[in-house]
């Protein structure tokens, strides 16, 4: 997802000597694009550093009790914890449960919400209205009070978080694919694909859904802030992520409850959870502009 | 208009017997009931508690026991608080909830829409890159990290207000102000877009062309359309502004009902839930249903889509 790895995955050299490729088209405006790059670069050295940087800090169960709680110094960047661990590596262990909360669920509602979309769009007809008033109707659903149930009744499991919030975060991704899926229905090369034969699943997935792939990039850039402000709201309620582990969300709520003596526990996992937000929505606009998709969602 | 308004109340009646049933099996198949968590009590208690509250009967029955009353408005007792109903506690403690809500979208709204309309009008100004990225700074930092940053700041280290509780008039302005600069932010980008395009509409060089001034061009001519964007997005900012106070009331120590359904949760106060969802998913599908009627009524071409 990150934008360096974008077009080499997908233009062949051939299609940089024509350049006229969509996927190079829109490379080269989002290379423009200051604040989408900057959101980018930004994340990438907010993952690498969550990914690998625990291997070279302290390992964040390190206590070390004759320091208590203290504020930011040359041995603890980002202070200690009322425990002696070094925040730093908390932040980075954290970012870990954190984004892999914000991959995973924003999969599911990947899956479901692509799967979903593209049957009502190709198959049209009543199907097509039954299946987008059942989304138009569980858009009016309360839908982060039945997360919260779901994680309060059946035990506050790292799993069933990512299915809960993926199973909520769907219904945008189906009806933006379910209108990208129609406009491209009637187009000769589907024609070409049926004349020749081939099945619906095969259709769907193989030629359509590739076609449509600029949006549903889009809207998963996205999705990914949402999921992971969702998870985030669920952890500070204490109903996410549970002690010892630990995630963003834990250690906000663990910082807002001590700030007033050690400011710090709030204001570095805040920031940094705010600053990795602030790139994915920076990233997401610039994705949305330089792939020329238009805000309307039908 | 008003067949369009009809069929949608219709419908609102097996969304929600769709909630209210789902919620309510999904409580009982839970391990564990409401009286697990106390003191070890011996089991001839446990069964008189059970017998007392009809925890004994079948679930089918307990399933219709239930729906009877609701229908009679009647959503039984809690089981945490002895000599307590459930409508007792939310008629205690939904006023405070929505004395929170109101404010905070009124805040939303003014602060949004003032916003919005600036950057808009004066695009591409200093005053737009301004406006903009406050909206950005607003929808990226989340309730719970803005929240107690007022707290630090305005509480803490100034000592200008209180750091929690509900008593006087002052007391209302941080949690209001962090619920409300969320949702202004959003309704500030929404502003700001619905706006720029009804700008750009024949209809709007029209009434320049003809003399208007250009107070009178935004906000007797633009804002009406301008302002579509944000009326869709109500919906949505309800529901959300809803589900953010059990946050602020927890920051704020608030005792309102979005704190109350958070701890019922955890107690398994099986009752006490199934009450409050049942108003919270009332509250936000019917508020649903006016946003979407305004919308038509607004914008009489949806009435096709």
């Known amino acids: ?298 | 208009m008003l067949r369009f308004t009809f069929r949608r109340l219709l419908q609102i009646i097996p969304v929600l017997w769709i909630i209210i049933t789902a919620t309510f099996f999904m409580i009982r198949f839970v391990p564990g009931g409401p009286f697990t968590a106390e003191k070890a009590v011996t089991p001839e208690i446990l069964r008189n508690l059970e017998a007392h509250y009809g925890l004994n009967k079948p679930l089918y029955q307990q399933y219709f026991d239930y729906m009877g009353s609701l229908l009679r408005g009647d959503l039984g007792p809690s089981f945490k608080y002895p000599n307590r109903t459930v409508n007792e506690i939310i008629g205690d403690k939904l006023p405070t909830s929505l004395e929170l809500g109101f404010i905070s979208l009124a805040v939303a709204l003014t602060i949004g829409i003032t916003l919005g309309t600036l950057a808009a009008v004066k695009r591409n100004s200093w005053l737009d890159y301004i406006c903009s990225s406050t909206a950005m700074i607003g929808i990226c930092v989340p309730t719970f990290v803005l929240g107690p940053l007022f707290v630090l700041t305005f509480a803490i280290h100034f000592q200008w207000l209180n750091a929690s509780g509900w008593y006087g008039p002052s007391d209302r302005i941080l949690p209001c102000l962090t619920l409300g600069c969320v949702y202004a932010a959003y309704i500030a980008r929404l502003t700001r877009g619905g706006m720029l395009e009804v700008l750009n509409q024949d209809y709007i060089r029209t009434a320049r062309a003809k003399g208007a001034s250009e107070t009178r061009v935004v906000f007797k001519h633009a804002l009406r359309g301008g302002l579509l964007p944000v009326v869709s997005f109500l919906g949505p900012g309800i529901a959300g502004i809803l589900t953010g106070s059990f946050v602020i009331e927890t920051i704020f120590q608030i005792p309102g009902l979005g704190r109350e359904f958070v701890n019922s949760a955890f107690n398994r106060d099986y009752t006490l839930v199934l009450g409050t969802v049942i108003l919270y998913a009332s509250l936000i599908v019917i508020l649903n249903l006016v946003v979407d009627v305004v919308q038509i009524w607004l914008n009489p071409k949806l009435k096709f889509e």
């Not at chain 1, 989304?135 to 809960?164: E, K, Q, W």
């Not at chain 1, 570095?268 to 998709?293: E, I, K, M, Q, Y």
């Open chain 1, 1 to 298: 997802m990150s934008p360096t790895t974008l077009p080499s995955a997908v233009v062949t050299p051939e299609q940089i000597e024509t350049g006229n490729s969509l996927w190079y088209d829109a490379w080269s405006r989002l290379r423009k694009n200051r604040l989408a790059v900057c959101g980018g670069a930004t994340l990438l050295v907010l993952a690498l550093l969550c990914a690998f940087g625990p291997f070279f800090t302290q390992s964040y169960q390190d206590q070390n009790l004759d320091l208590g709680a203290s504020g930011p110094s040359a041995a603890h960047w980002l202070g200690t914890d009322t425990l002696g661990r070094d925040l730093f590596s908390r932040i980075l262990f954290g970012g870990r449960i954190s984004m892999m909360v914000g991959l995973v669920a924003t999969f599911v509602a990947l899956a479901i919400g692509v799967t979903y979309g593209a049957v009502a769009g190709f198959f049209g007809g009543k199907i097509d209205a039954v299946m987008m008033r059942i989304v138009d109707i569980m858009y009016a659903l309360p839908f982060t009070i039945f997360v919260i149930l779901l994680m309060v009744f059946f035990g506050r499991n790292i799993f069933l978080l990512f299915f809960a919030i993926g199973a909520v975060e769907w219904l945008t991704m189906a009806r933006i694919v379910r209108g990208q899926i129609i406009s491209i229905k009637k187009m000769e090369y589907i024609e070409a694909a049926r004349a020749l034969g081939l099945g619906k699943r095969r259709i769907i997935f193989r030629h359509m859904i590739p076609n449509i792939l600029g949006p549903i990039i889009v809207y998963t850039t996205l999705t990914i802030p949402a999921v992971m402000l969702l998870e985030a709201f669920l952890s500070f309620l204490g109903l996410g992520v549970q002690p010892p582990m630990s995630s963003w969300g834990v250690l906000i709520k663990d910082g807002a409850e001590k700030m007033e003596e050690f400011w710090w526990l709030l204001v570095f996992p805040g920031g940094v959870f705010s600053l990795t937000l602030f790139s994915l929505n920076f990233l997401g606009d610039g994705l949305r502009d330089a792939l020329d998709v238009r805000s309307s969602k039908d």
